[in-house]
Structures are given as structure tokens and as C-alpha cells.
């Protein structure tokens, strides 16, 4: 099947022409037939769900894969991007949404990694390199970082922005974003995209790369959506919409992602109080308080850094706490570790889930039992059978894409991931379910469905806590929000006071009090 | 995202399970291939006196890595097993040649406080190195300068000889050819094949050994589970070191010299991943023949004593570098 | 700047006996060892404690090392001693070259130095200027003893292996040479040599290997008993009732051995008195005695069952 021709207006000269590209991994099909162009000095969005082949995309032409078949034509001429540093000698540079930077290394010696200045002896010049790196984040509009810190004291935002910085010192013609937005705060992306819109007045071609829509129809002038290895169509940004962007990339239309529309059936027994915890001395002294009824959604909003996580890995028992007490039920817990918690019925969906939540080397089965092997072992031994039995259970009510219950965790795409460490925590039924990020790397039809899984749950009767970046997933799944800055709650809303504005001057401390609340 | 999300929605084709099976299938095929090249190269090889040699030759190797396979699959190494032996063997011969005790008593004792021996050093290896979060690498590092100088401390720096004979023939007897030692390996072997594969234990040891924080995150308690590792590798220093003794009727302080590097290797040609997680014990016990077979069959083909050790050097390298590629592969 | 030195010898080294502050006019002997937890050497030195307090008219310092190869320990307790200002050093070098430099330094302070058990190199003493004699017993006659011993049972055309100590140890060394010479005086077959790094459990195993690669094996020499004792428990484990052993040190393991037949003979070189006989040697020359020359041969012992 071939896509169908898109008729690209071609008013400026074509950049780069992209002509049929096929790359297959063994039997894998990840290009099947990928046809893209980029015009000088646009902002052009390659969106899609995970695995319709965007960053194998990136990778033939960054260099990192040799297409199999079909034509790259860079400037009217044959462009064969051999290896990454011929691609990059061609002008392409790439910030992965996976950071390389090396942590332990001043950010000047970061930017400067490929091609160290030396001094007429060899050695390294460190005064130029300092200024390198000075004039490289200036580009940017990075002047409040400090050349000399090291990369492990910047927050993930910083960090983002210095692999950009490295990647724009060099002549780049064509800058390709990665996810550049996916860790980032809604003030980091729209600083991200004055950055973008200076590139593009220089003259640099951006390709972006983004699972969000609003953050694509607000920079980009042309969108091209793939599915399944194949461009399915190429638009001018103002002749499409997001319904339609989406339409395409899911090949259906999709449900589930409006506000609600009716309340849930919120009991008015509270489930879980919490009362003036604190996780270190230094905290505000008055803590986090709050109340957790049967059934409800929760949702705490608030910049990164604000606290929002680290109140969940206290009431998790992930971090040690200082003081403050949590009532479960009625009863007082005492929560020193995750398994106290686990024991009186929580669950923690973390922020980080390769490196927190998956076994990604494990079975997928054994993932799912991870939290409740007493459920499918005997004194020690385990019952396999009840295990797989528990898994497909899970995988068939969480709707869970896979080929076999005994593949790892690391065959999954993340939105299938994130139900895994969804199904560990359900398999214990929880009483309360906390969130970090709960579709942080998820494409939109994943979302859309642990969106629906999370409500169900609410339905059921599991309260749960979801500490979320982004503002619309908040709006979407929240009964009532929370607002954090510097470790305290500055706010609390009702879904009919739910607007950006509101929640972000609360965010940002400007305003205090609680609005619209009922309690 | 990473490359693997791009291959996303398409089943793996190889599974866990088969793919460990795979990765044995591997180093099973590199031990056929050594065996027959030295049963076509040398007269004895296959003989029935030299199977017998090699299956003794190999089994103090073969018990250490068994208790080694535990602490590396947990991303821990123990590098005081050698010295451990040593303090374990030298504890029980001190039990063994007590005066004034029947024959019976006396073996029993030994056996005991030797294993205790063992039990002790591992559980202080466990416990400093999984309280702190320290590197295990400098914690038993530690531990093998104590227990080598627990061990001349004890014994006064002299060999400790003139077993119960019933104890020795333990040591020597042989049932159809095979050596009683080598089958109490087997058996080791085989009972950490089933803790690790059937058991909430094994399944955990694996997950701590991939994603420690995960496994704490879900509630169990990874603390103890370390100390259990190295417990168990403590535990078979003591039995490698009864074995020593039962084999060669002396106790010496200063036995088991480097062995922990033979007992590491065995591991590691064995296909288990030195940071932990992936391997498996029947790897490790083809592991333990590669490495028994090579000393034997480089010995019979008349290589020198120092090409011997080359090689033994090279083949370990080379099983780190496949291992390499094994982990690169399991990972797309 | 010595102060770390002293630091380091007593870091490095175990600092057996300190007394300095206990002997006025007592001639004070210092006594540098190799690794005590070798049981040879370990002896030795209980029985120079035990000859100090029999003579009871010098003090003796003691200073060993941790292992075989430790010799920069020893340097350190050579030159500790010098600043102590000690009247003589007695030392069993651990590495023939290294410790030259040291001894040399410490005569130049005018301390009597005797070395024992293992000589210095004569080449680099040449260079160094430096005359010295050696007190020690004959590794390479003494391996010749043993030697000479199985080939007279075995017979000219007799079928041998040798098992060596460390390759590159000067006594592991000697005690070969002393066994080649007996294969060529006795008209032997030497089959094989392999180093087994003096240990039992790897002479136990890279003898039974040896042994299934030439059957016909006649005859072992083994350069110490606890070599020895392996070999033996590989025999036993073969049934082979026929094989002939010899080893050498006389250590308490073998005795029985050497008794019911399972080995024919070690050497004794009375390692316990040897430390003693070089103090009192050291002693004579203190008391304004001649000084040694040459090589002054320590008693050498074979061990059999008669």
C-alpha cells in the first residue's frame, strides 16, 4: 500500500526531499514507504503515535541507520547520511529527548565535548571554552546559567536546553527536536518555543517532534503524521486542526479526551487525611494538608520542584518523612516504607517508570505480580499458572497490546508500560492509587485509554492523587485540583474554576487562597 | 522515545525463557566444541579415569560459583570466597582434630562449625555492604584480608592434617565413576535452579539485579534479600571448604589463593551478566566445565604452564565480550 | 620523613616485638622475615623467639610480611632498623635484587647484616660494590637428595615428573635444578614439569591430570610437602599403590607419610633453627669475630622411613 501523493506547495526551495524510505529491523517494518519534505527556514511537526516510525525517522537521517531503500536528496543533491558525524557535517544536528550529557561535567565542558578548544600547546583552553559556552546559551537566551555548574546541579528543563545550546553552535541547517517538550513545564515550553522561533529567524530549519498537539499547531507551519511506517498526509498547519491531526494519526476517531461532563458518584466518607506532613525540617512548617474521599480524583498541579512529588513518595513510604500524620480509613498509618503502605492499601504509579516502575528486563507476567507474589505463590513457590492467569486477566481489562504474557516489559511501547505498572498496583485492588505523570511518554490513543481506565477506577470507588505537568490532563481527569508552589498548597479548585489562569498564577504564588471549594 | 518503542506492538520473537535457553544452548555448543577438540588431539581425554579427574577437579569451583551466581545476579561481586574457604576449612579442621570425641561426632562438628564459618563472613558481607549501599567489590575485599588473616590467626599459620578416615573417604569415594563431591555440587546446582526459578525468592533476586528501586518500590524488603545473596555465597565457601578438606585431608590457612576469580569466571563464561539481573546457574555450571576442562585438556595436549594461564585469560575475555553482545541483542 | 617510614613498616609489615626502650647495653639483632603465613617461616621465627630467650644476651627484633612477595615492606623494616640504630640485621630476602640497595645501606651504617635462607643475586651485588656472605641451606643439593633417593629406587631409565613452586621464586628454581640433576646423574626420563604455586589443591589437580596423560608415571618430585600432600591424595583417589614420592620441608603433614610408605622421602633444612644459627652468627661477628665469606652451608637433612 502506497501513501497516497500529498500535494506539497512547493513556493520555497525544498531543503530536504525524503522519497519512499523503507528500513526494516529483521522482520520489522519501521519505514514502510516514508515520504518527507522540509522547506529552508520552516517549522515543520512529525507527530504520530509510538511506533509509527518517527524516530526510526530521525535516525536514518541523523546517520545512526542506514536506510534500505528508497531516496534522500539534501539541497537537489543525493544525501547519504552515512554516519552520525556526516549527517552533522551536512548541517543535521538532533536533541534526543534522551539526554547525552555527561552529568558529572561543567555544562562549558558539555557544549564543548565534540571539539574541545586547546591552546597553541595542546592543552585545553579553558577560558575559550568558557566563553564558547557563554556565547552558545546566549544564543538561546540561557543567561541565567552558570557555565561552570556542573549539569547534574540544572534541573531537566536547563538541561534540555543545553543539549540545544551544543547542538546550534555548530553551522546546523536543519535541527531536529526530539520530544523536546515531554519533561518540561508549560513555562519551559513557551520559553522553549521563543528559542525555537529565533532559531527560525536565523534561518535553521526545525523539525519537532511532539506528542502534544496544542504545542504543534502553536509553532509549527507544516505537520506531517505517520502511522505504521507510512506518511499518511502532509498539511499546512492552518489548513488542518487538531481533531484532524488526530484523526490521522490514530486512523479513527477518538473518544474519551473531553473534560467530564458529569460528576462522578463522590462519596463524602474520606478515604485518606492527610495532616501537616512534612518530608525534611527545612520544609514550610504548617506542611500538606488534605482529604482524600471515596472515589475521587484528585489532582495537584504546580511547577516542577513545587513538592508535588515528593508528597506522594512520602505518603508512599519512597522518602522518609518528618513528621505529619496520614489517617487511612480512620486509622492512624505509620508509613517508614513502601511495603507499610502497600499493606494499608496504597499504590504509587511513579513519576520515572523505567527506572522506578518496570522490570523492563523481566517478564511482562512477572511485572504485574510484582506487588501481590503472595497472590500467586505458595509458601515461597510459585504457581506460574496463577501468575500468567493473573496477567492476562489484567492485560485483557486494561486493554494491554502485547504478544505473549512471557515477553519483557521492554517489548511494550510506553503507553502499554504505563498499564503494566497500572496492572501491579490493581492486582493488589487499592484503596488509594497515587500518580506521578501518569502518561508522561504516552502517545494520544494510550492516554485517551488510561484516561477511561483511571475513571473506571474512580467508579469503582479507588481514590486516587495524580500529580500531573500538564494542565489539560489535570482538567480532564481531576474531581478537585490542588495547587503547589515551594512545597505548599497554594490553592484549591473546582472543575468550574478549572482555567489555565487561574491554575498557573496559584502555581506561580501570585495568588493564595481556596477558590470555589465546597469543604 | 528510545529505538525499541519504534519496533513496539510487534511480539518479541524470542521470549524469556527461550532466549536464556539460547544463551546456555550457546555455551553449551563452546564446551562440545572444547571437548571434542581434546578428544581428538589427546589419547585420554574421554577416558574414564579422566572424566572422573575433571568432575573432582571441578567441583570446589563449581559449589564457590553456585554461591557466586546468587551475589552477581544481585549486581554484587564477592571477592572474599577464596579466603573465606580458607577460614571455614581451617575452623573445622581445628573442630575435627579435637581430642576426646567419637568419629561421628567429630565430622558432624566439623561440618558445622565450618558451614557456620562460612554462614558469618557471608552475612557480614551482606549486611556492611547492603546497610551502607556500599560497593560490595571494597566490602569483600575487605573480608578477604580478614578471613585470610582470621584463618593463619586461628590455625597459628599451620596446616591442619590427620582427619577420621570415614571423613576422608567422603573426600575420595566415587559411585559408577562419578565423585560423591562432584554429585553434592550437582545437587547445589540443582537446588539453586529450583530457588531461583520456582521461588518468590529467585523471582526477586532476578528483579533486584535489574531494577532494585522497582522492587522496593513494591514493597519488599530488598535489604534482606541482599544479605540472603551473599549468605548463600558464604554459605558455599564453607561446604567448598569441607569439601577441600575431605578431598586433601589437610586444612590450610593459606588454600583457596584466587579462587574467587575462577569462581567469578566460572559465572561470567556462564553467560551471567556481571551487572546483575540476567544468567542463570546452568550456566554457571557449564562455565565451571569450560573453565575444568580447559586446565585438563591443555595439560594432556602438553601446553606450558604459561600458555595454559594465557588462555584461560583469553577464553574469559572472550565471554565477556559475548556477553556484551548478548545484552546489546536482549535489548532491541 | 623517616617518621613515615616507620609508620609504613608497621602498616605493612607486622611489627612482631618492639622493645626498644627494655635492652641498655644488650646487643640489639634485627630479624627481617618473608610472609608468616607461611608455616616454614612461621617456625622460624618461634624459633628465634625461643633461641633470644635461651641466650637471653641480645634483644631481638622481629619484622615479617604478608606475603610472598611483599618486599617493599621489607625495605621499609631494613631501613626502619638502620634508624633504630640496631647492631645487626638479619634478613631472609624476599626478592634477591631489590633488597641489595637496603643492605648495602645498612653495612654503610655499620650494621652486620647476615643474609639467610635465600642469597642475594651475585650479579647485583657486583654492582653495588657490595660483599656479603650467605647463610643458607642448599636448595638446589637439597632437591639433589631427594632426588637421588628416588632414582636409586627407581633405576636408570626410571619415568619422573616434576611439580614447581612459583616460577620466578629463586628456591623454587634451586630445588628444579636440583631435581634435573638428579635425572641426569640417575639416567631418569623426565615425562613432564609443571608449577603447582605450592599449593595442595592445585598439585592435586595438575597431577591427577598429569597422571592421565602419562600413566606410566613412575615417579614424582615435588618442590614441598604441601605439593607433595596433594600428589599423594591424587594416588590415592587412582588406586595407584606404585608411584614413588618425594618432597621437601619436612613439614608435620608428611611425617606420616614418610612413615607408612605413602611418600619415600623429604628434606629437612631444619628451617626452624635457621633464623637461630644466623643470629648467632651475627652475634660472633658483633663480639669482633672474623667476618663471614662465601657461602656458609646450613645443615641438610633427607627424611625416610629408616
Known amino acids: 500500500m502506497s501513501s497516497q501523493p500529498n500535494p506539497i506547495v512547493t513556493e520555497a526551495p525544498l531543503l530536504l526531499d525524503v522519497q519512499n524510505l523503507r528500513k526494516s529491523f529483521g522482520g520489522v517494518h519501521a519505514l514502510d514507504g516514508v515520504s518527507f519534505s522540509l522547506k529552508a527556514g520552516e517549522v515543520h511537526a512529525l507527530v504520530g503515535e509510538n511506533g509509527a516510525g518517527k524516530s526510526t525517522l530521525i535516525k536514518v537521517l541523523s546517520g545512526v541507520h542506514a536506510h534500505d531503500d528508497g531516496t534522500l536528496t539534501l539541497d537537489g543533491a543525493p544525501f547519504q547520511p552515512s554516519d552520525p558525524h556526516f549527517a552533522k557535517a551536512a548541517g543535521i544536528q538532533v536533541v534526543h529527548q534522551e539526554f547525552n550529557l555527561l552529568n558529572d561535567l561543567s555544562v562549558a565542558e558539555n557544549i564543548s565535548i565534540e571539539a574541545f578548544p586547546r591552546t597553541r600547546f595542546g592543552l585545553l583552553d579553558r577560558t575559550a571554552m568558557r566563553e564558547r559556552a557563554r556565547a552558545a546559551l546566549d544564543a538561546i537566551g540561557l543567561r541565567d546559567v552558570d557555565v561552570n555548574a556542573p549539569v547534574a546541579s540544572l534541573g531537566i528543563a536547563h538541561r534540555q536546553l543545553i543539549e540545544i545550546a551544543r547542538a546550534l553552535q555548530s553551522e546546523s541547517r536543519i535541527l531536529i527536536l526530539d520530544e523536546p517538550t515531554a519533561t518540561l513545564t508549560e513555562r519551559e515550553t513557551s520559553r522553549l518555543f521563543d528559542i525555537i522561533a529565533g532559531i527560525k529567524a536565523k534561518g535553521v530549519t526545525v523539525v519537532f517532534v511532539s506528542h502534544h498537539l496544542n504545542e504543534v499547531f502553536a509553532i509549527s507551519d507544516r505537520v506531517t503524521v505517520l502511522r505504521n511506517g507510512q506518511t499518511i498526509v502532509t498539511q499546512d498547519i492552518e489548513e488542518t486542526s487538531p481533531d484532524g491531526v488526530v484523526a490521522h494519526m490514530v486512523g479513527r476517531a477518538l473518544a474519551g479526551t473531553a473534560p467530564k461532563a458529569f460528576a462522578d458518584p463522590i462519596g463524602d466518607d474520606v478515604v485518606l487525611s492527610v495532616n501537616a506532613l512534612r518530608l525534611t525540617p527545612s520544609l514550610p512548617a504548617e506542611g500538606i494538608s488534605f482529604d482524600l474521599r471515596r472515589g475521587e480524583i484528585l489532582g495537584i498541579a504546580g511547577l516542577v520542584g513545587a513538592g508535588r512529588t515528593e508528597v506522594l513518595r512520602g505518603l508512599f513510604g519512597a522518602d522518609p518523612v518528618h513528621s505529619g500524620t496520614v489517617t487511612l480509613d480512620g486509622r492512624t498509618l505509620k508509613i517508614n516504607q513502601p511495603r507499610d503502605a502497600i499493606a494499608a492499601g496504597i499504590g504509587f504509579v511513579t513519576e520515572d517508570r523505567k527506572d522506578e516502575g518496570l522490570i523492563l528486563g523481566m517478564e511482562i507476567a512477572a511485572n504485574i505480580s510484582l506487588a501481590s507474589l503472595r497472590d500467586v505463590s505458595l509458601r515461597g513457590l510459585l504457581n506460574f499458572a496463577r501468575e500468567r492467569r493473573l496477567a492476562r486477566q489484567s492485560g485483557a481489562q486494561l486493554t494491554l497490546k502485547y504478544g505473549k504474557v512471557s515477553d519483557p516489559a521492554s517489548s511494550l511501547s510506553g503507553g502499554n508500560q504505563q498499564k503494566v505498572v497500572l496492572a501491579k498496583w490493581l492486582a493488589r485492588t487499592p484503596k488509594v492509587l497515587l500518580l506521578d505523570e501518569p502518561t508522561r511518554g504516552v502517545d494520544v490513543g494510550a492516554k485517551a485509554e488510561i484516561y477511561g481506565i483511571l475513571k473506571d477506577l474512580a467508579a469503582q470507588g479507588v481514590s486516587m492523587i495524580v500529580v500531573s505537568s500538564e494542565l489539560p490532563e489535570l482538567i480532564t481527569l481531576a474531581d478537585r485540583m490542588l495547587v503547589m508552589c515551594e512545597n505548599r498548597i497554594q490553592g484549591e479548585l473546582l472543575p468550574d474554576h478549572y482555567d489555565q489562569e487561574t491554575i498557573l498564577k496559584l502555581a506561580y504564588g501570585q495568588t493564595g487562597g481556596v477558590e470555589g471549594s465546597t469543604s | 522515545m528510545s529505538s525499541t518503542d519504534d519496533l513496539s506492538g510487534v511480539p518479541k520473537q524470542n521470549a524469556f525463557s527461550v532466549r536464556a535457553i539460547i544463551n546456555n544452548a550457546g555455551i553449551g555448543l563452546a564446551l562440545l566444541v572444547l571437548i571434542l577438540f581434546f578428544a581428538v588431539t589427546t589419547e585420554h581425554f574421554l577416558s574414564p579415569n579422566n572424566i572422573t579427574n575433571i568432575l573432582t577437579q571441578i567441583t570446589i569451583n563449581l559449589i564457590l560459583a553456585v554461591g557466586m551466581t546468587f551475589v552477581i545476579l544481585i549486581g554484587g561481586i564477592d571477592l572474599s570466597v577464596g579466603s573465606v574457604m580458607a577460614f571455614a576449612a581451617v575452623v573445622a579442621g581445628k573442630a575435627i582434630t579435637l581430642p576426646g570425641l567419637g568419629t561421628t561426632e567429630l565430622i558432624l562438628l566439623a561440618c558445622l562449625a565450618g558451614l557456620l564459618a562460612g554462614l558469618v563472613c557471608g552475612i557480614l558481607n551482606g549486611v556492611l555492604s547492603a546497610y551502607w549501599s556500599l560497593p560490595s567489590f571494597i566490602i569483600t575485599l575487605g573480608m578477604l584480608n580478614i578471613a585470610r588473616g582470621a584463618a593463619l590467626q586461628v590455625s597459628d599459620a599451620q596446616t591442619i592434617y590427620s582427619f577420621p578416615f570415614a571423613f576422608e573417604e567422603f573426600g575420595s569415594k566415587l559411585i559408577y565413576g562419578v565423585p560423591v563431591v562432584f554429585l553434592l555440587g550437582l545437587a547445589l546446582v540443582a537446588i539453586a535452579w529450583f530457588v531461583l526459578n520456582r521461588t518468590v525468592f529467585g523471582r526477586l533476586i532476578y528483579g533486584i539485579g535489574n531494577n532494585e528501586e522497582a522492587v522496593r518500590l513494591a514493597g519488599h524488603p530488598v535489604f534482606w534479600y541482599k544479605v540472603a545473596a551473599f549468605t548463600i555465597c558464604g554459605l558455599t565457601a564453607g561446604i567448598a571448604a569441607i569439601v577441600y578438606m575431605a578431598r586433601l585431608s589437610i586444612a590450610s590457612p593459606i588454600a583457596g589463593i584466587g579462587f574467587e576469580l575462577n569462581a567469578i569466571a566460572a559465572v561470567i563464561i556462564g553467560g551471567t551478566s556481571l551487572s546483575g539481573g540476567r544468567g542463570s546457574v546452568i550456566g554457571t555450571l557449564l562455565g565451571a566445565f569450560i573453565i575444568g576442562v580447559l586446565a585438563n585438556g591443555l595439560i594432556l595436549i602438553g601446553l606450558s604452564d604459561f600458555m595454559r594461564q594465557m588462555i584461560t585469560g583469553v577464553v574469559i575475555i572472550i565471554a565477556v565480550v559475548l556477553d556484551h553482545y548478548r545484552a546489546k541483542f536482549s535489548a532491541t | ?306
Open chain 3, 1 to 306: 620523613m623517616k617518621l613515615m617510614k616507620i609508620a609504613a613498616a608497621a602498616a605493612t609489615g607486622i611489627l612482631l616485638s618492639s622493645g626498644l626502650a627494655a635492652a641498655e647495653d644488650k646487643p640489639k639483632v634485627g630479624l627481617v622475615m618473608k610472609s608468616l603465613a607461611n608455616e616454614f617461616f612461621q617456625n622460624m621465627l618461634v624459633g628465634a623467639e625461643e633461641h633470644e630467650a635461651a641466650r637471653g644476651d641480645y634483644e631481638l627484633l622481629a619484622v615479617g610480611m604478608q606475603n610472598e612477595t611483599d618486599f617493599e615492606s621489607q625495605i621499609n623494616a631494613v631501613e626502619n632498623f638502620i634508624t633504630q640504630g640496631v647492631d645487626a640485621i638479619v634478613i631472609a630476602p624476599a626478592d634477591s635484587r631489590a633488597m641489595v640497595r637496603p643492605v648495602k645501606k645498612a653495612m654503610e651504617a655499620g650494621i652486620v647484616v647476615v643474609n639467610f635462607d635465600v642469597a642475594l643475586d651475585e650479579e647485583a651485588k657486583k654492582q653495588q660494590g657490595l660483599e656479603l656472605a650467605f647463610v643458607g641451606p642448599d636448595n638446589r643439593g637439597g632437591a639433589k637428595l631427594a632426588g637421588d633417593a628416588l632414582g636409586k629406587k627407581l633405576g636408570e631409565g626410571g619415568k619422573v615428573v616434576i611439580i614447581e613452586g612459583n616460577p620466578g621464586a629463586d628456591n623454587a628454581t634451586q630445588r628444579r635444578l636440583g631435581f634435573e640433576d638428579s635425572v641426569a646423574e640417575h639416567g631418569l626420563e623426565l615425562l613432564d614439569s609443571r608449577t603447582a604455586h605450592w599449593e595442595t589443591e592445585e598439585a592435586n589437580q595438575v597431577f591427577s591430570t598429569m597422571l592421565t596423560a602419562h600413566p606410566d608415571i613412575q615417579g614424582v618430585m615435588a618442590a614441598n610437602d604441601s605439593m607433595a600432600v596433594g600428589v599423594v591424595k591424587a594416588l590415592e583417589a587412582a588406586g595407584r599403590d606404585d608411584i614413588i614420592v618425594v618432597g621437601f620441608d619436612n613439614i608435620p603433614a608428611v611425617v606420616p607419610m614418610v612413615e607408612d610408605g605413602r611418600m619415600l622421602a623429604t628434606v629437612d633444612q631444619f628451617g626452624q633453627q635457621m633464623a637461630a644459627n644466623a643470629i648467632d652468627l651475627a652475634l660472633e661477628v658483633v663480639d669482633g669475630g672474623p667476618a663471614l665469606e662465601g657461602w656458609v652451608k646450613t645443615p641438610i637433612e633427607l627424611v625416610t622411613a629408616e
